[in-house]
């Protein structure tokens, strides 16, 4: 079973989201191993450090001037890691993002869209999209 | 002060994300006057009918096709739509889409990303950006 590692910044405050996160996560049991791990928030660099010990497997780094791409080709991307590998890590940076600090470990940059979203929204939909590449690649009907 | 319409297909059953949208509900009094019209499931036909009935001023379709817009440019078109009259109406089609039902009252067609999301988070981020898209024309510090 592929483990699925989603790495950010600061805690969620919000108790809507905190709910929304949790059931993504108790779906995404089905299917891989999730590990959550936030960092503390601090300077980029300290961030960047923190994130950088967490790292495992096949690296993508969550990024609004990364490559934009579909809920499709992240199941594709899924699909492939799990042939390279049994680990990929998702880092979402935090208000400061991680600038280059990570680019000798990161394998690819991707983009869910050109919006600024409050980083702890934007958990909530990669925790979304994530569950739907499953599903995508399971054929089941969630996706249509 | 503007008028802002969100038009979308069903109600919202998950809690979480109604209190997600709630939270952005509450914030946005300050700075429009908001109003959320919930159309009811059906055909594609009978939805765009519904959808069609509560239109008002300039006509913003959501489409994962439409143009990909960065938040600066919601609060763009939003600032526009202001001189342009005192209504903007937002349309978050339903699991059908709208076709091209609407095109003859859709002033412009945005896309918030390529991934397709689940229509009632979809509705949490476009309120999320209507806020943002106002603290941005009022100069706050929220978007940064």
Redo the contacts between chains.
């Keep these: 079973m592929l483990t699925v590692k989603i790495i950010s910044v600061g805690n969620i405050k ?4 905190r ?2 996160i949790s ?1 993504y996560q108790k779906r995404l049991t089905r299917y891989c191993k999730l590990e959550v791990i936030e960092v503390k928030e601090g300077t980029q660099k300290s961030e960047c450090e923190q994130i950088r010990s967490k790292l495992k497997g096949t690296v993508i780094l969550c990024d609004t001037r990364g490559k ?4 499709e080709e ?1 199941s594709e991307k899924i699909a492939i890691t799990s042939q390279r590998g049994s680990t990929i890590s998702f880092i979402i940076g935090g ?1 400061h993002g991680v600038g280059n600090f990570l680019d000798d470990v990161v394998y690819e940059k991707i ?8 980083h702890q ?1 934007f958990r ?2 990669l925790h ?2 994530i569950y ?1 590449a499953f599903t995508i690649l399971k054929g089941e009907s969630y ?2």
């Design positions: 919000e108790v809507f989201l709910d929304a059931e934009l791409i579909t809920s992240l208000s983009s869910l869209g050109k919006i600024t979203l409050p929204l909530v939909i979304e999209q739907r996706h249509k």
